[in-house]
């Protein structure tokens, strides 16, 4: 995985499948292993209620997991070739925050480290930053007199993102108060208050923590399953809204096919209400 340029967060979370997987077969030798009991293993993961998306990594990791045994000649067969995919609910209505969410949300962002993860946010819902992307930023990332951030991103791609006017200040106080790492070379631009990198789990948690504050006077079963990751689409849908075409947001995103992209061009119901209004309706006397 290493060879092939996975992300560390990717390598951890394969591991942990493949790990998972060999535990299923109760000491059973890999020669001995057919597709029947990899279709066992996804079934059984889908009866304890993980999504579509999560059965699919894991069929995903196992299928790299013997891949990569043929390759370094360790193995013949991948008993998960040929496993048909889940099928995602692409028709599900899309979680995301508008502008006025956004601004609440940042106001519910407390504690200590307040100007880092006020910092975070911004560029993951107004620059569309993925958390891992966020957790890989280093200092020399970001050109203060350009105004532009370099990002590494999926596939191992990098691309630069302006930094809008209103954000720069927010970054520039956050890096004025960086916590000084434990480590003389550590290049973190979000250091964690062990001195360390800023997991992905940290900055995962700490969005749990504040989307539990942002809803917190909503009844429990009225609240949205908010996450991290929801900031980066809500910055998508806003700029859809605001006009901007799918090659730019392709672009900004770091999507290497524009058909990812097209997942974020959701019409709300409000939208819907807004078209059907300008209809000129004129019917017959009754």
């Known amino acids: 995985m290493k060879d092939a340029g996975y992300t560390p967060y990717t390598q951890k979370s394969y591991l942990a499948d493949v ?20 279709v ?15 059965r ?30 889940s099928k995602t609910e692409k028709n599900r209505e899309p979680v995301y925050l508008d502008e006025g969410d956004l601004q609440r949300f940042m106001s519910a962002i407390e504690g200590k480290y307040r100007h880092r993860n006020l910092a975070i946010f911004l560029l993951m819902s107004y620059m569309g930053l993925r958390v891992g992307e966020v ?38 106080q956050a890096l004025t108060e960086r916590l000084a790492p434990w480590r003389n070379k550590e290049e ?16 995962q948690q700490i969005a749990t923590d504040t989307f539990d504050r942002f809803q917190d006077e909503i009844p429990a079963s009225q609240r949205r399953p908010y996450s991290s990751h929801k900031l980066r689409h809500s910055f998508a849908t806003m700029l859809l809204r605001k006009g901007a075409d799918l090659r730019t947001l392709q672009e ?35």
């Not at 050109?143 to 691309?159: A, C, I, M, P, T």
């Not at 973190?188 to 900055?203: E, P, T, V």
Request: hydrophobic share 35%; with cysteine.
């Open 40 to 54: 066992s293993f996804l079934t059984s993961v889908r009866e304890r209620g993980v999504s579509d998306a999560t």
């Open 188 to 203: 973190a631009m979000f250091i964690s208050q062990k001195g360390r990198r800023l997991s992905i789990r940290a900055i």
């Open 135 to 172: 957790h890989t930023l280093n200092m020399g990332d970001y050109n203060v007199e350009r105004r532009s951030l370099r990002v590494f991103g999926k596939g191992r791609k990098w691309r630069n993102i302006p930094v809008p006017e209103d954000i720069a200040p927010f970054l520039d």
């Open 19 to 38: 790990r998972e997987f060999l535990g299923s077969l109760n000491g059973k030798r890999l020669d001995m292993v057919k597709k029947l009991h990899v």
């Open 252 to 286: 900004l995103l770091g999507h290497s096919s524009i058909q990812t992209t097209t997942v974020y061009t959701h019409i709300t119901s409000r939208e819907k209400e807004e078209a059907m209004a300008k209809l000129q309706i004129s019917l017959p006397q009754r």
């Open 56 to 85: 699919n990594r894991k069929h995903a990791s196992v299928n790299c997991f013997f891949k990569a045994l043929i390759e370094l000649e360790l193995h013949r067969d991948n008993p998960a070739a040929g496993i048909k995919k």
